[in-house]
């Protein structure tokens, strides 16, 4: 077989070019990164996990209508996506002061917040992502005031939905990051969201204990980080488990 064209490497992910125009491959790599790339690692079976995770967030997303890049799954680190033009910002909501806005508001961890809060990042790692304001992005062009309602409407209903599910498990969905791209359906524009949704880009507590499930057990080293993400896929059901419990993510298909 020919082999395939790489169109894109990210810190996690590699994009193929897809069987039919306007389709993708994106391939989830087992390293870990944190801290603008300053922080490595190759973690056993992550891939494999955000692999499924991000399938089964997505196709859910899909099936509720709220639309997203996924097509569907073709092996245990492979899914075919639509091809977008990634709109270069990063999407935060959060529904609890955690990480960057507890630093930087000095709100204490854990803090409620009083209503989701959706925040925008410029995506370019040499600047480090800094944050951007609708002003910001309106004035160079990244998006224009109907993207940026678009955009703040389809993360507010990736929160609904997100939380709830995770709630439906035993855990709180504290924030996340989206992408969102641009398709063309003929001569019309819509927004999608792009990317992946995993515990890669979210932040994921267990109601019960508090414990973390989610990137920052790598960041903070707080532990196994396929341990964590195993436990979500099992909550959730996505892994198929054994007796013993769930199965090792490297030997599932
Ligand atoms: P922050 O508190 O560091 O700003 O992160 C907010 C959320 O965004 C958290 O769920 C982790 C996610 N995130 C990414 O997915 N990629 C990134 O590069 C960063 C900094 C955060």
Redesign the pocket.
Known sequence: MARRKKVYEGKAKILYEGPEPGTLVQYFKDDATAF?AEKKATIDGKGVLNNRLSEFFMSGLNAVGVPTHFIRRINMREQLIRAVEIIPL?V?V?NVA????SKRLGIEEGTPLPRPIVEF?FKNDELG?PMVSEEHIIAFGWATQQDLDDMVSLALRVNDFLSGLMLGVGIKL????IEIGRIWDGDYMRLIVADEISP????LWDIESGRKL??DVFRRDLGDLADAYTEVARRLGVMPTGPQGAVKPTLIN
Do not use: M, T
């Open positions: 603008n990063e935060v959060r955690a990480g960057s806005i990042y992502d504290v924030d996340f990051k890669d880009s979210c932040r989610d990137k």
